[in-house]
């Protein structure tokens, strides 16, 4: 009987479980869209409301199991909160991750799917807990970053980014000529990428090296766009300028038109 009551009871807990997880996923994914809550705060708070709901249910069922072989839980229960309260004073730093932690999801400072700089890491937030971060860099490593450690936090995600591209040129070029050409190039990329907010355009000339001269451009884009920003504009003014050479009486406009 004793055998049958438990697996009556671990059959219970993981229907439960797979229940509970799925009424979780869909209260949010319902709540998504009346409320207008981005994906990633979205994930943020299923993934805590699933641990904590997971924890809950552990609970409840080491109770029931205790009391299939005639354990008083509420004892051990008050047992273990006299040795909770001793290993409380050498567990501040727990305490620490915790409190951080739930200030870090009510300012909604960070949510899963952004790229952040915390604790000196550098990666794409999968994870954020009440106890831990989880923070994937970009060579695949997944740091657990430990609330407490985070001191300062810059999130790269909120509002539009910078596209920067320092491009030499010889001395010998006509800086002019060289402002046009690649000036209408980043104006080609414009129409033809409306992930670009603001610009491309070019600065002018930014340092003097020993045998060039550097031009800048700078571009507003949405989030996580600039890296793809800045290849196209590396790709398409490097084409533009090696076409120049090679034909220096054909103009850009000319040739795109070709």
Known sequence: MVILKLLAVLIAFWIARAVGRRLIKNAFSKAQVRRK???????????LAVSAY?????FITLVIVLGIFDINAAGLIAGAGVVGLAIGFGAQGLVSDIVTGF??????????GDYVTVAGYDGIVEEVGLRTMQL?????????????????????TRGNMQALVDIAIPYTDNIDDAVSII???CDDIKEQNPKIVEGPDVLGVQTFGTAEI?????AKTEAMEQWAVERDLRKAIKEALDEKQENPD???AEKSQE
């Open 37 to 47: 809550m981005s994906a990633g705060r979205t994930k943020t708070l299923q993934s």
């Open 54 to 58: 997971s924890y809950i249910l552990f």
């Open 103 to 112: 200030f870090l999801l009510l300012e909604k400072q960070v949510d899963v």
């Open 136 to 156: 994937r860099s970009f060579d695949g490593t997944l740091n657990y970053v430990p609330n407490r450690e985070v001191g300062s936090l810059s999130n790269h």
């Open 183 to 185: 000036q209408t190039v």
């Open 214 to 218: 550097t031009l800048r451009i700078i």
């Open 250 to 252: 054909k103009t850009y």
